[in-house]
Every structure is written in structure tokens, then in C-alpha cells.
């Protein structure tokens, strides 16, 4: 999906093998870490093509490739996006669900202010609160069609703790979304490569009727990330019922 740069003369130098990747120096008050992150981000072909096309973060082309594959997200549906900032996943979906058109509502929710984006509700909210569930049933005017997070929790750099601790956020996540998805509804959310934990898993496998783990491409090369696409919420109703789809 990465084209290559024009060269002198219009050819194309990733084509004849030339090196465009960036370098940055590592200034004084610079971490290591900070000047790697800074040099990914400079040579990361969706960041380039975020900015080219629009949309708030590299991460939308996740969620895009995500929707075009399974087919989530259609016009009228109710989608509460957790952790929204800086928007990427909100602005998709608001297009998606054609809420600028009055078709559909979308609310991102965030411990940070988000800069306005059409189609969008944004509020500053802990989605642990225990009033958040019926606050954000009374903003969407109902239960939601679709719960979706991209959230991850801070990096420690230790592989095991980073994974208990997404696990953990993802667990939160599916709590919440119990509590405010429709019959039918899908639940999307990152974890870590090396599964989905078993008590998530099971969580997952009883209240949806099919639970799924996705790479898209957009992730990047070097991260253990993957998303866990549960669709098909059983509601309220169903709860209690044995029997699942296998994974």
C-alpha cells in the first residue's frame, strides 16, 4: 500500500532501491525511546497518509481495513468509541454510520479534551464510572449497535506486564459494553499477540455468538498488537446460555 517518492527525474526511488528512510538525532533532552518513536513516525507510510487524506490518526486505516473486511459499521447505527482521542476511529465511523446526516450517532468518549470533528460527540468521561453506561445510553438516544476501543495502556517494556495490563483495560471494556451493546451488536478492542486471555476469551465467546482475533496491516511490523472482534451480542435475553461458536 506504499508507494514510493519521485526522485530527480520522476523516477521512483523506492523502486530503484534508494534509501528514504529519515534519521533523527538524539537531542539532550530527548529520550532514547522519544527519538525512536519520532523516527518511526517520520518514516511510517500511513502517518503520511493521514495527514494527505484527512484523517485525525494513522490508526483509522485499522479500523477502515477492520470494517472492509467484516463489514461492521453501517448508516443509522449507535457507535460509542472508547479512549477516542485523537479521533481517527470516531471520524470513520461517523462517516460510516452517516450521523453528520442524521442517520446514525456516534460518541467518543476520553479522558482528554478532543478537538470537534463533524458527526462526532466528544465528552471528557472515565467509562468506569458507574454512571457512565446510562449517561451514554441517554447521549445515543438508546443502547449502542457498536462498542469499539483502541485503547492501550501505557508501555512499561516488559512483554508480560504490557499484556496483563492491556488485557486487563480490554476486560474493563467488554464489562462496559455488555451493559450498553443492543441484541446484535459487535464489540471491538486491542490486545497483545500471545491470545486473548481465557477468563476474556470465555467472557467473550458467551455473551457473542462469534469471537474472532484480527491483524490488520496497518499495524505495524514490529508491534505485538491485534484487535478481539466479538459481533453478534447476545443481550440480556440469552445471557446464561451455554453454548458457543468456537473462536
Known amino acids: 500500500m506504499t508507494a514510493g517518492r519521485q526522485g530527480p527525474g520522476g523516477k521512483d526511488e523506492k523502486a530503484r532501491g534508494g534509501s528514504l528512510k529519515?534519521?533523527?538525532?538524539?537531542?539532550?533532552?530527548?529520550?532514547?525511546?522519544?527519538?525512536?518513536?519520532?523516527?518511526?513516525?517520520?518514516?511510517?507510510?500511513?502517518?503520511?497518509?493521514?495527514?494527505?487524506?484527512?484523517?485525525?490518526?494513522?490508526?483509522?486505516?485499522?479500523?477502515?481495513?477492520?470494517?472492509?473486511?467484516?463489514?461492521?459499521?453501517?448508516?443509522?447505527?449507535?457507535?460509542?468509541?472508547?479512549?477516542?482521542?485523537?479521533?481517527?476511529?470516531?471520524q470513520y465511523a461517523a462517516k460510516k454510520v452517516k450521523s453528520e446526516e442524521g442517520k446514525g450517532r456516534?460518541?467518543?468518549?476520553?479522558?482528554?479534551?478532543?478537538?470537534?470533528?463533524?458527526?462526532?460527540?466528544?465528552?471528557?468521561?472515565?467509562?468506569?464510572?458507574?454512571?457512565?453506561?446510562?449517561?451514554?445510553k441517554a447521549m445515543l438516544g438508546g443502547q449502542a449497535d457498536a462498542v469499539i476501543s483502541d485503547m492501550a495502556a501505557n508501555a512499561t517494556g516488559h512483554r508480560?506486564?504490557?499484556?496483563?495490563?492491556?488485557?486487563?483495560?480490554?476486560?474493563?471494556?467488554?464489562?462496559?459494553?455488555?451493559?450498553?451493546?443492543a441484541p446484535g451488536g459487535f464489540f471491538l478492542a486491542k490486545v497483545l499477540q500471545g491470545g486473548t486471555e481465557n477468563q476474556l476469551l470465555a467472557r467473550l465467546k458467551r455473551d457473542f455468538a462469534t469471537v474472532r482475533h484480527v491483524k490488520p496491516e496497518a499495524s505495524r511490523k514490529d508491534s505485538a498488537e491485534l484487535y478481539v472482534l466479538a459481533t453478534g451480542f447476545r443481550g440480556e435475553r440469552e445471557k446464561g446460555q451455554d453454548s458457543a461458536p468456537d473462536a
Open 160 to 181: 508480560q506486564t504490557d499484556h496483563l495490563r492491556i488485557v486487563a483495560l480490554a476486560e474493563m471494556a467488554v464489562e462496559f459494553a455488555c451493559e450498553v451493546l
Open 22 to 90: 529519515t534519521r533523527v538525532k538524539t537531542a539532550r533532552k530527548r529520550t532514547l525511546s522519544s527519538t525512536l518513536w519520532l523516527e518511526r513516525q517520520l518514516n511510517d507510510p500511513y502517518v503520511a497518509r493521514a495527514k494527505r487524506e484527512g484523517w485525525r490518526s494513522r490508526a483509522a486505516y485499522k479500523l477502515i481495513e477492520i470494517d472492509e473486511r467484516y463489514h461492521l459499521l453501517k448508516a443509522g447505527q449507535r457507535v460509542l468509541d472508547l479512549g477516542a482521542a485523537p479521533g481517527g476511529w470516531s
Open 106 to 136: 456516534v460518541i467518543g468518549i476520553d479522558l482528554l479534551e478532543v478537538e470537534h470533528i463533524p458527526g462526532v460527540e466528544f465528552t471528557v468521561m472515565d467509562f468506569q464510572d458507574e454512571d457512565a453506561p446510562d449517561r451514554l
